[in-house]
């Protein structure tokens, strides 16, 4: 079950809502949660959702005894050590092992036959909202949950376990017991919820359709792949790479727009994952934009304990490198993603240790660039098979049989053009700020404010109805979150 699917937006979401609504006390209303996280996780994977538990309850019972004995203590550490080995060796097991042993079957030729284990979804989102629980108790951060319920909630909540935003412990702890939820709340979290569903449903899916059809789509084996994408010519490679990197970011940051959304209508208050990544001035400043939830983590997790900046220019360098890495690999059991990953590596440490003043002093400039790093990045995101990347990279740099353009892609531009424009425009903080601005200009206007309320009531309204339309007229509805 995903968030842009109709049963789950006129079934499963209202059921949830009011059945909370209606029970009373906040132990019942999170068991209401529970229960319904429990079935929306276990939809698609009945079997996995006992993972997701036994999880929990491992690193539930290993907070406990590291909060009894202290923070920082040597058994405190022994208790973060074996959470370590459990979340993370699970982790491995389910999402990479399967890669490494065909790479090691490559190498050697064994084994014969290598075993493909289903990877769960969502395990990497609640892993590292697991590890960030458990890390923050042993620093005494945050005391130890004592309800195996609630804390279970809390990884299991079907708002952000399969899709995100990592929501650490620390930033919804007191609201885990104690939340109230206002008409203000209520409002702010339908029209979010609407307005990402819309994001989702009418651009990401539409620019996703167009990213296939004219480079390929991610169903198609590689050497099928590889014979479609050397008969691209080079205008349908650039706009179909366009097309792809509007459908990440429309709907890598819908999802988190409903979740976001649907934590406020019963009272949490997730942060923000993406603040306009496109406009940024830097590749440092991108990902302070992109998926910020994943950057906190390895930035606190990971980058500080290592040493942060804190050190030699040799210790920061590879500590970025570190980071960098397992930020690729991530995303995803693919050499591709390693290699996305260096390859930020690679810009951020360009900019930081040389050209970081240089940008400063050019930011229309500095926007481009980081614009066209991002960009290429990507195409590497893109293509899991290294034959069809570099067939990809040739063509879009001209190197292709199939020349510049040809009637078909011509006619698909111009189909699209409008539309990647107004993508474009949705990727930017051009419209907020228009509202926003109009909304002080006008604020003591009586007929504006009138307007205005009219139109929190419409905008939502209409979000919904649209969304609406192209889910029920379009079977183009890909879940591009199957990879984490």
């Known amino acids: 079950m995903v968030f842009s699917s109709l049963f789950f937006v006129f079934v499963f979401l209202p059921l949830n809502l009011v059945i909370y609504f209606l029970t009373k006390s906040q132990k019942a209303k999170n068991y209401i949660m529970l229960i319904f996280s429990l079935i929306f996780y276990a939809w698609g994977e009945p079997i996995a959702v006992f993972l997701m538990i036994g999880m929990a309850l491992a690193d539930y019972l290993i907070a406990r005894g590291i909060y009894a004995v202290g923070a920082r203590t040597k058994i405190a550490k022994t208790g973060l050590v074996l959470a370590c080995l459990i979340d993370l060796g699970l982790l491995g097991l389910f999402k990479y092992a399967t890669f490494f042993v065909g790479q090691f079957r490559n190498v050697f030729g064994v084994p014969e036959n290598v075993v493909n284990i289903v990877l769960p979804i969502g395990i990497s989102f609640y892993t590292f909202q697991l590890l960030s629980y458990v890390v923050d108790v042993y620093r005494g951060e945050v005391e130890a949950q004592q ?68 480079l390929v789509a991610d169903s198609i084996a590689p050497d099928e792949a590889l014979a479609i994408i050397v008969t691209r010519p080079t205008l349908s490679l650039w706009i179909g790479a366009l097309a792809f990197m509007f459908q990440i970011y429309l709907d890598f940051s819908a999802y988190s727009d409903m979740a976001i959304g649907m934590g406020r209508m019963i009272g949490f208050h997730y942060l923000e994952n993406f603040n306009y990544p496109y406009v940024a001035n830097s590749v440092t400043d991108f990902w302070r934009r992109w998926h910020m939830s994943l950057s906190s983590f390895f930035r606190d997790y990971v ?43 690679v810009f951020l440490v360009i900019e930081k240790f040389v050209l970081r003043r240089v940008l400063e002093k050019i930011p ?68 907020p700020a228009i509202t926003k601005h109009i909304n002080k200009r006008y604020e003591n206007s009586p007929a504006a404010r009138t307007i205005f309320a009219i139109g929190t009531v419409a905008c939502p309204i209409i979000c919904l109805l649209l969304a609406t339309i192209f889910l029920v007229g379009d079977s183009y509805n890909p879940f591009l979150y199957w990879k984490f």
């Open 147 to 214: 309800s195996f319920p609630t804390l279970l909630m809390y990884v299991s909540l079907f708002h952000q376990c399969i899709a995100g935003p990592i929501v650490r412990y620390s930033d919804v702890n007191k609201e885990l017991t104690n939340r109230k939820v206002t008409i203000n709340d209520l409002s702010y979290g339908i029209a979010r919820f609407t307005a990402g569903l819309a994001k989702k449903a009418v651009l990401a899916n539409t620019c996703g359709s167009i990213a296939d059809s004219m």
């Open 303 to 345: 980058y500080i304990p290592l040493g942060g900046n804190r050190c030699s220019t040799g210790r920061q360098i590879f500590n970025l490198l570190v980071v960098w890495a397992l930020t690729g690999f991530w995303h995803g059991a693919s050499w591709n993603f390693m290699l996305w990953g260096l390859y930020y590596f």
């Open 364 to 431: 229309v400039i500095s926007n481009l660039i980081t614009l066209v790093i991002v960009y290429f990045g990507w195409v590497l995101f893109k293509f899991t098979d290294f034959k069809v990347l570099g067939a990809a990279i040739k063509g879009i740099f001209g190197n292709t049989a199939a020349g510049f353009t040809n009637f078909e892609t011509t006619t698909n531009v111009k189909s699209n053009i409008l539309f990647l424009i107004i993508c474009a425009i949705a990727c930017t903080p051009i419209i």
